[in-house]
């Protein structure tokens, strides 16, 4: 069975930094596109970074140049590092990956269940 498993979250003051962590598991399948999103109470959720199979990269236009994503294919993680941290980066924040079967029979999005990052003095 395939899950996903984010580390990493908890409290940080404003200008901080947080690393998370999210490794897939399971087997018969590989990764294309991974990304981190997040959402805070009372919003939509957005896309925070996105990375595809080849390592290019996206961003949100309100973390670009304080976060970066990056992947561990080998290990079937991908990381993203929140620098400069604000208090309006409070979120929960669900890792996602667009995987594929051996053989292609199927492609899919995957989803982990949300990590907790709580920016306050």
């Known amino acids: 069975q395939v899950q996903l498993v984010e580390s990493g979250g908890g409290l940080v003051q404003p200008g901080g930094s947080l690393r998370l962590s999210c490794a897939v598991s399971?087997?018969?399948?590989?990764?294309?596109?991974m990304g981190w999103y997040r959402q805070a109470p009372g919003k939509q959720r957005e896309l925070a970074a996105r990375i595809t199979r080849g390592g290019s990269t996206n961003y949100a236009d309100s973390v670009k140049g304080r976060f970066t994503i990056s992947r561990d294919n080998a290990k079937n993680t991908v990381y993203l590092q929140m620098n400069s941290l604000k208090p309006e980066d409070t979120a929960i924040y669900y890792c996602?990956?667009?995987?594929?079967?051996?053989?292609?029979?199927?492609?899919?999005?995957?989803w982990g269940q949300g990590t907790q990052v709580t920016v306050s003095s």
């Open positions: 399971g087997s018969g399948f590989s990764l294309n596109a």
């Open positions: 996602n990956a667009d995987l594929y079967s051996d053989y292609e029979l199927w492609e899919r999005d995957y």
